[in-house]
């Protein structure tokens, strides 16, 4: 059971993060560069795929597919979002994450919190399966 909601949040929370980016690249893009870690001519490339790996990411998780991959792959993605969250706090930029919206209020010490927090999730699903109702295990029979 406990696999299952850990599914089902981080599903839920990637998913949930992907919808203002995919509507506004734009201001993605702008996130993304003002944390000066990417070198200018990844900004774009990373503001159109990111969402779409997120959403990808977080619906698969939702129904259980290819759940152990994305989870990987959401583990990862949340452990360069706590990097990069941290980085910035250290550097005393005051930016916007992009976390969650397109623009919204400047970040703090809570956006790399709630990456660990979904890392955290990732690596208890990679530890223990993807939890009931989910399409993996209707697929392997």
């Not at 909601?5 to 996130?31: I, Q, T």
């Not at 930029?93 to 990456?115: K, N, V």
Request: glycine share 10%.
């Amino acid at each position: 059971m406990k696999s299952t909601l850990a599914r089902l949040v981080l599903g839920a929370v990637f998913l949930w993060a992907s919808l203002d980016k995919v509507v506004h690249p734009v201001e993605l893009a702008d996130a993304v560069a003002n944390y000066r870690i990417l070198p200018t001519q990844l900004v774009n490339p990373v503001a159109l795929g990111l969402p779409f790996v997120e959403a990808v990411c977080g619906g698969c998780l939702v129904l259980g597919f290819l759940s152990d991959s994305c989870a990987l792959i959401s583990g990862l993605l949340a452990l360069s979002f706590t990097l990069a969250t941290t980085s910035a706090l250290w550097r005393g930029l005051d930016i916007d994450c992009g976390c969650f919206h397109s623009q919204g209020p400047p970040m703090g010490w809570a956006a790399p919190l709630l990456d660990l927090c979904l890392l955290g999730l990732a690596i208890f699903l990679l530890r223990t399966g993807p939890g009931l109702g989910a399409l993996d295990d209707y697929l392997e029979s």
